[in-house]
Each structure stands twice: as structure tokens, then as C-alpha cells.
Antibody
Framework: DVQLVQSGAEVKKPGESLRLSCQTS????????ITWVRQVPGKGLEWIGR????????NYSPSFEGHVTISADKSSSTVYLEWSSLKTSDTAVYYC??????????????WGQGTLVTVSS | ENDLTQSPGTLSLSPGERATLSCRAS???????LAWYQQKPGQAPRLLIY???SRATGIPDRFSGSGSGTDFTVTISRLEPEDFAVYFC?????????FGQGTRLEIK
């Protein structure tokens, strides 16, 4: 079975750094793009950006570019979402999701369980 | 950025009724690359429809998608109790991808 398993909930202070992980299994890791999505509790979904694990080529929403970094480690079939300096407005649930096929422009088929990040002083 | 507006914000219906949810884009969605997801409380979204009208694997045939260009619809022909949830549309034809704000489908 294809699975995306995300790291556990985090509580951080403003200005701290953080790296979330999304460990994949059950398929060829380099063959499928992975996208990260943010959801503020009780609100809608926001597209953060995506990565082609085979390159790794990335692209970001302008709303997030420069504030987060997406990376991939082929040796562990894991994708990461990282911040160097968190803000309170980063408080949200973060999902990783695998694309349906090998295409860059593709719907999000298999989702991780989500990671709640709380940023508070 | 291609903004997506979903309507209505909340839809109150009874089991057995037909539900029609809409998604309107501010620009033409390239290749009709429009998907729909269902999300239940405490769960990740689940892909229902992609390419505007193709059902994802394992999705019951009471779910159907239609539309093209800027106007898209998902229809649930006969509501089952498990269908009451929040539904999001997602355009993936342009970067950045965007999502609609969601429609809450609640039991009347």
C-alpha cells in the first residue's frame, strides 16, 4: 500500500526553526511529485508548493516562497518542509500529498495524516 | 493567481436528496484540470474527482463532476449519511495551484 506518514505535532516559539517530515512507502519515490498544503484549523486549504523528488526541482506559491523550503531525501524516501524562522501565523495543520501520476500538474491522490504546528510565545 | 469561489458556503439537505456544489474560477482552468476533495473532521482530504469529471479509484458512482472553462460542478445524486462533510475544489492547471474556500454539506 502507498503510505505517507508525517512527523508528529510541534509546539514552537516565534523565531524558532522547524522541519516537518513526510516519509513515503509502497511506490517508486522518484516517480511522483509531492505537494505540501496548509490548513488553518477550521479554515480552507492553501497550496504551499511541490517537489519532484527525482531532481529535486521545486516550485512555490508566491505566498510562501522565501519563508519555507521543500526538500527531498531519496535515500530515505522522505520529503521535508522547513522554516528557519517561524511566525505565529504559521500555526496550522500541514499535509503532504502525492500526485496521482508522474505529472507536475496533477491532483493530490494520497495524503499524509497531517501535522499540527502551533507557534506561540 | 486563479481564484476559486465555491457556492454555496453551506448546503443543508437530507439523506436521499441530490446535492449540487459549484466552483467558479476567476480565469480559465487550463486543460480543465479541476479536482474535488471531501474532508471530514480530523481527517485529511480525499480525492473524489479529477480532470473535472473523472472519478478517483473507489469513489461511488453517485458522485459526478462536470463543467469546463471557469464553471465546475460536483453532484451527489442521492446523499448517504457518510457524504456529509466539507468539499473543496482545486485547480492544478496553473501555478500556483489554488483551492476554493469549501462548501459545508450538512444534514438538514
Amino acid at each position: 500500500d502507498v503510505q505517507l506518514v508525517q512527523s508528529g505535532a510541534e509546539v514552537k516559539k516565534p523565531g524558532e526553526s522547524l522541519r516537518l517530515s513526510c516519509q513515503t512507502s509502497g511506490y517508486s519515490f522518484p516517480s511522483y511529485w509531492i505537494t505540501w498544503v496548509r490548513q488553518v484549523p477550521g479554515k480552507g486549504l492553501e497550496w504551499i508548493g511541490r517537489i519532484d523528488p527525482s531532481d529535486p526541482y521545486t516550485n512555490y506559491s508566491p505566498s510562501f516562497e522565501g519563508h519555507v523550503t521543500i526538500s527531498a531525501d531519496k535515500s530515505s524516501s522522505t520529503v521535508y518542509l522547513e522554516w528557519s524562522s517561524l511566525k505565529t501565523s504559521d500555526t496550522a495543520v500541514y499535509y503532504c500529498a502525492r500526485h496521482l501520476t508522474w505529472l507536475q500538474a496533477d491532483p493530490l491522490h494520497i495524503w499524509g495524516q497531517g501535522t499540527l504546528v502551533t507557534v506561540s510565545s | 493567481e486563479n481564484d476559486l469561489t465555491q457556492s454555496p458556503g453551506t448546503l443543508s439537505l437530507s439523506p436521499g436528496e441530490r446535492a449540487t456544489l459549484s466552483c467558479r474560477a476567476s480565469q480559465t482552468v487550463s486543460n480543465n484540470y479541476l479536482a474535488w476533495y471531501q474532508q471530514k473532521p480530523g481527517q485529511a482530504p480525499r480525492l473524489l474527482i479529477y480532470g473535472a469529471s473523472s472519478r478517483a479509484t473507489g469513489i461511488p458512482d453517485r458522485f459526478s463532476g462536470s463543467g469546463s472553462g471557469t464553471d465546475f460542478t460536483v453532484t451527489i445524486s442521492r446523499l448517504e449519511p457518510e457524504d456529509f462533510a466539507v468539499y473543496f475544489c482545486h485547480q492544478y492547471g496553473n501555478s500556483p495551484n489554488t483551492f476554493g474556500q469549501g462548501t459545508r454539506l450538512e444534514i438538514k
